[in-house]
């Protein structure tokens, strides 16, 4: 079974504090994927990686950072977090392959709430 | 723009019986994937089923079913026997040929299984 690992369930951090969200994967895939999820707005893409030290740009990218320097380790970075940075972050991977076996495999996710 | 919309923020359903989760999408790609991922409450997002636009025959997995209407650009998920496991979150997403690896998900429909 494919497995996305995610370091923390919860965190809670201050205003202005730099923030590290961590995420592994086993399976080997080539892509990785972080999402913001908030209620009412449904999964939006913040920043995906189909590459080690690549990575692309997705919605909401204004106030993340990501890093990639291996295959199986994606970090999201908050530089500097703000209030409005309070929420549920999920990762995913997925399998460079095309057609349906494409699919995204998710860790269970980090609550981080600034205070 | 990539859009997925899920009109019902919460349905719920009696054990046993059958609900419907509405999912309509909007592109103008003719090559394209359809999903369903179900979150448990604390539990990661997986996935239920998933159709492949150029197949004509709906997706079926156990209970699950959907009905796609390729024209109408509609996509719902029928769960049959409901049972207090499903209680869960669902999100519909979806995939291009030409978006590569990026999903584009709906808001969710949060399901209530009623004993």
């Known amino acids: 079974d494919v497995k996305v690992t995610q370091s923390s369930r919860y965190l809670v951090k201050r205003t202005g504090e730099k923030v590290f969200l961590e995420c592994v994967q086993d399976m080997d895939h080539e892509n990785m994927f972080w999402y913001r999820q908030d209620p009412g707005l449904g999964l939006r893409l913040i920043y995906f990686?189909?590459?080690?030290?690549?990575?692309e740009k997705g919605d909401i990218p204004e106030g993340y950072s990501v890093s990639r320097e291996k295959k199986e380790r994606f970090s999201l970075i908050l530089e500097s977090a703000s209030t409005n940075q309070t929420s549920m972050y999920l990762c995913a991977s997925s399998p460079l392959v095309t057609g349906g076996k494409n699919i995204q495999y998710f860790g269970a996710g980090t609550r981080l709430s600034v205070l | 723009a990539q859009t997925v919309t899920q009109s019902q923020p919460e349905m719920s359903v009696q054990e046993a019986e059958t609900v419907t989760l509405s999912c309509t999408y909007d592109?103008?790609?003719?090559?394209?994937?359809l999903f369903w991922y179900k979150q448990p409450p604390s539990r990661q997002m997986i996935l239920v089923i998933r159709?492949?636009?150029?197949?004509?025959q709906n997706a079926t997995e156990n209970r699950f079913s959907v009905n796609f209407q390729k024209a109408a650009k509609s996509f719902s998920l029928k769960i049959s026997d409901s049972q207090l496991g499903d209680a869960a979150m669902y999100f519909c997403a979806y995939r291009t040929r030409n978006t590569g690896n990026q999903f584009y998900f709906g808001t969710g429909t949060s399901l209530t299984v009623i004993p």
């Open positions: 159709q492949e636009a150029y197949k004509q």
């Open positions: 592109t103008s790609e003719s090559d394209y994937y």
């Open positions: 990686s189909y590459d080690v030290k690549m990575k």
